[in-house]
């Protein structure tokens, strides 16, 4: 009995089956970062590598305006998540309810996904222009002076953001419709004959069976926002000053500047960074789904 057991476990593939796939994740992951590692502790250009240890990681977390990139890389990329998870859910609800057009509302609000982000980088910074641009424009025209949404440190890094969720919060809206079609529309039937209200259907049904998609798109998000870097440079550049300079930023203006290892060492941050926050929050998610 115990023997049937082992063979039923036993792989219905050979060893040598798994070696393609071993081989190309060795040579595309785990080689890279291992390169990565040893060139973040060097000082090193296309032909010499010395190796300094921490002095570049030392560096980087010395700098004001490296350690700048790395707290705006936070708040873009909590804000960005958050707001694409809360608006991505309301329009998911109000996609999946009988209103007119709903066909093509849903195609309305997935096609910026499709568009290319320099391209909507490029139309935004237009759009944005202080004096010239057509939001400042008809906010004037309302007698609402325009503020400079690009130019103005305390707004910039925030502007971008919200063009990151315009673009972005259509796949938010798809993976919540179909968390949303997963529900059994019995679980509202019997809220309705207790005399439940909407809200009390939504947050008591609702909100904690949609929580798989949820997950889902808040680790989506979290990780795009940590790694934003083509959109930023559309549309800012890092700019005014250091204002909405990211990591991902950050480490191209050094590479362009010369620093190599400064920059890999901001790649390993960044690597780190991902890690710390996305790896915990999963197994917090895992842990409670069993428990459950």
């Not at 890690?275 to 895992?286: C, E, G, K, Q, R």
Request: with cysteine.
């Amino acid at each position: 009995m115990t023997e049937t057991r082992r063979r039923s476990r036993k792989s219905p593939y050979p060893l040598w089956f798994f070696i393609p796939a071993a081989i190309i994740y060795g040579v595309l992951f785990l080689f890279p970062t291992i390169s990565s590692l040893w060139f973040s502790l060097t000082r090193w250009d296309l032909s010499t590598a010395e190796f300094i240890g921490l002095e570049n990681f030392q560096q980087f977390f010395s700098e004001p305006f490296l350690v700048k990139g790395l707290v705006n890389t936070l708040i873009y990329a909590v804000t960005t998540s958050g707001l694409k998870t809360v608006c991505g859910l309301l329009l998911a609800v109000l996609l999946t309810s009988n209103i007119f057009a709903r066909g093509f509302l849903r195609t309305l609000v997935f096609f910026p996904v499709l568009v290319s982000t320099i391209g909507i980088g490029i139309t935004f910074t237009v759009m944005m222009h202080p004096t010239k641009g057509i939001i400042n424009v008809t906010l004037e025209t309302l007698g609402i002076p325009g503020p400079g949404w690009l130019t103005n440190p305390a707004l910039a890094l925030f502007s971008v953001a919200l063009v990151d969720v315009w673009k972005g919060v259509g796949l938010a809206t798809l993976i919540f419709i179909a968390g949303l079609a997963a529900i059994s529309p019995d679980y509202y039937e019997a809220a309705r004959i207790d005399g439940a209200t909407r809200l009390q259907q939504f947050s008591r049904i609702t909100l904690p069976l949609v929580r798989p998609a949820t997950v889902i798109v808040v680790t989506l998000s979290l990780i795009g926002g940590l790694r934003s870097f083509d959109l930023i440079w559309a549309m800012t550049r890092g700019g005014p000053g250091f204002s909405s300079d990211v990591i991902a930023s950050v480490i191209y203006k050094q590479y362009q500047a010369g620093f190599y290892g400064l920059s890999t060492a901001g790649n390993v941050i960044l690597f780190a960074l991902i890690a710390a926050i996305i790896l915990p929050f999963t197994l917090w998610f895992n842990r409670r789904e069993v428990g459950e």
